[in-house]
Nanobody
C-alpha cells in the first residue's frame, strides 16, 4: 500500500520554527487536495491547512500568519512550515492526500513545543 513518509519531527522551544514534510512512496497523481491535520491530547483532530490542486490554500484561524502549507503534486508531497511556535501547537500532526478516488493518511508526527 502507499505510505506517506514524514521527514522532520521533534521538540522545539516556543518561538522557534519547524518544517514538516510528507512524501508519498509512489506517485498519487492526479492529486485533488493535500492537507495537514493535528490532534492534541484529549482533543479532536482538527484541520490545520489545506492545499488545493491549482495552488490555492486554506489556513485555520489559530495558525494563520504563522503556518504555511505548500504542495508539490508532481512529487505527491506536502509541506508545513511552522513559525513562531507556541505551546498550544503541541500535537500529533497528520498529513492527508486526496486523489479523486481515495484518501491517504500519514502515520503522524509528534511535535512538542516547550515554553
Amino acid at each position: 500500500d502507499v505510505q506517506l513518509q514524514r521527514v522532520e519531527e521533534g521538540l522545539v522551544q516556543a518561538g522557534e520554527s519547524l518544517k514538516l514534510s510528507c512524501v508519498a512512496s509512489r506517485s498519487l497523481l492526479p492529486v485533488a487536495a493535500m492537507a495537514w491535520f493535528r490532534q492534541a491530547p484529549g482533543k479532536q483532530r482538527e484541520l490545520v491547512a489545506r492545499w488545493l490542486s491549482g495552488g490555492s490554500t486554506i489556513t485555520a484561524g489559530p495558525v494563520k500568519g504563522r503556518f504555511t502549507i505548500s504542495g508539490d503534486d508532481a512529487k505527491s508531497a506536502v509541506y508545513l512550515q511552522m513559525n513562531s511556535l507556541k505551546s498550544g501547537d503541541t500535537a500529533v500532526y497528520y498529513c492527508n492526500i486526496n486523489t479523486h478516488s481515495r484518501e491517504y493518511w500519514g502515520q503522524g508526527t509528534q511535535v512538542t513545543v516547550s515554553s
